[in-house]
């Protein structure tokens, strides 16, 4: 179930947490590559990994399909290259895609895949609308996924050029990603070892802003805690923000966590009858 990770995954709804979460994996020197799902899909790969031979299924890939988008005639189209070809591969948003892009385009997804699994082609507009305004509530109760690397990891990703043919934005990989590359855990089980100090040589920018972000994380709780002590605005503005980011902590946790328990219950078998004797 990896209860930790998935408590430090809600808790990336946090500015402030979510910035020391990047923080780590900088000084580490580590890749990140990002990924956003469905509540429930989330906690499929919460349970077994990133599995690249479910791609296609579900999910974002059922939101075209909700709405008409025929996604094997645009592969024909444009070849098995192209970034609509879902099947056997697991999407991410790069390393080197820009910080904005990789931070709000995967809740975009996330809101997708929601979609896709509640709508259908056979719901009238009204249907539709409804289940859209449920599914924007359940994309943001789904934590974004972060899998970290280390720079020779085995695991390699190809440029999807369909998302972007000029910038390294979006990619995908055929190979399966074990669970324990997710989040802050990932972070430190693939970044503490003896290789840190000649990652930190191969790539001194990325510890420096590591080092920046960790220094601006500790800055920036203790402004809050300062102003929360001597202004009472403040105060309650901390007060508003503490009980919206509680509510969406507790979402991003517990959402994921009821996918698990129906996924869990199974219903037992029927006895057969007892042979008269």
Known sequence: MRLGTRI??????????????????????????????????YNGIMRRGADPMRGGNGG??????AFGRNRERTVETEGDASGWNCKRRFFV????????????????????????????LQHNKLTKA???????????CSPALKFRFKPDSSIKFEWDQTFSRTRRIAGFTEQPIPADHIGLYGS???????QWGERIRANPWQFV????????????????????????IALKILHVYAAVKGLQIVGRFSLPLLYNLSSSVKVPASRPAAAAV
């Open 130 to 140: 409804l289940f859209t305004a449920l599914s924007l509530f359940e994309g943001f």
């Open 60 to 65: 974002e890939s059922a939101f075209y399909e």
């Open 8 to 41: 430090t995954n809600a808790l990336n709804g946090c500015f402030a947490f979510n910035l020391f979460d990047d923080a780590i994996a900088d000084l580490l020197c580590l890749r990140t590559y990002t990924h956003g799902t469905s509540p429930k899909c």
């Open 93 to 120: 948003f790069l390393h080197e895609c820009p910080e904005p892009i990789k931070r709000w385009q995967p809740r975009v997804y996330s809101i997708a895949a929601c979609i896709g699994e509640h709508c259908s």
């Open 188 to 194: 430190l089980h693939e970044g503490v070892n003896r």
């Open 209 to 232: 802003k590591g080092l920046l972000k960790l220094v601006a994380t500790v800055a920036l709780v203790a402004f809050i805690i300062f102003a929360a002590s001597h202004y009472a």
